[in-house]
């Protein structure tokens, strides 16, 4: 007896186009702020920190920005936070300048681990003159400038902040803009000293995930699976209502 092939309802496509499109869209990471802040106020450095370099490190009340801690760091010892994946955000921190300090850096890391976007402050009587800066990105490397945009710079706490948004990257000292470069997304975020003595204070961090290229594919299909669903439904309604 010869076998007919089994027909497969209306009902029966809908259902699988419906169920593959709630999937697809499943699997699209929807992008998720996240934020992130540390005063230094506790017993012992928070272990969302990665510690290294060849100088030394410790919590002190030597100094604070606000509390009654800080996180002071020495001859090119670097503070690195863990990997957020590709993100866009802004990160922030006060750092204190003081005779004894050569340079202070905040950077964001690439996938591969090394610069992407970078704010270096040199104050004190090493090797810089004080009140310059300097600024690094992949389409230009590292450019220096004299001055923070202040009358008298003076011993004190400075913030260095890098807003990395989709449109552009905006370096900035105490609110006000120092440079403007490319938009590109980040992965890491790092501070921390050359020479001397740094102390940070008041970090924080706020970030919103990049999607794949992947996922925005996931997407696109789950798209047109889903509009296929609509419009394979809307036909099945007009044959049920001649």
């Not at 009902?11 to 699997?27: C, E, G, P």
């Not at 789950?222 to 049920?240: P, S």
Request: charged residues 10%; neutral net charge; glycine residues 12%.
């Amino acid at each position: 007896m010869k076998m007919k092939p089994m027909k497969t309802s209306n009902k029966t496509k809908l259902f699988s186009l419906n169920k593959l499109a709630v999937l697809v869209f499943t699997l699209v990471p929807l992008s998720l702020a996240g934020t992130f802040s540390d005063g230094f106020e506790g017993s012992v450095v928070d272990p969302f920190w990665t510690l290294e370099g060849g100088g030394t490190d410790a919590l002190t009340t030597a100094h604070a920005h606000s509390g009654t801690q800080s996180l002071t760091t020495s001859t090119l010892r670097w503070a690195t936070t863990n990997s957020f994946g590709p993100s866009y955000g802004t990160a922030s921190v006060w750092v204190y300048a003081s005779d004894t300090t050569s340079t202070f850096q905040l950077q964001l890391f690439n996938s591969g681990g090394t610069t992407l976007f970078a704010i270096m402050m040199n104050y004190g009587g090493f090797d810089f003159f004080d009140g310059n800066f300097y600024t690094y990105a992949p389409s230009t490397g590292w450019s220096g400038s004299t001055g923070y945009g202040l009358s008298n710079p003076g011993p004190g706490w400075f913030q260095l902040s890098i807003d990395a948004n989709p449109v552009a990257t905006i370096m900035k000292i105490n609110g006000n803009t120092v440079q403007t470069y490319e938009a590109a997304p980040f992965y890491a975020v790092q501070m921390g000293t050359h020479l001397g003595t740094g102390y940070f204070d008041d970090f924080s961090i706020t970030t919103e995930d990049v999607p794949e290229p992947s996922a925005c594919a996931l997407f696109c299909g789950g798209l047109l699976c889903l509009l296929a669903w609509r419009r394979t439904r809307n036909l099945a309604e007009g044959r049920r209502g001649r």
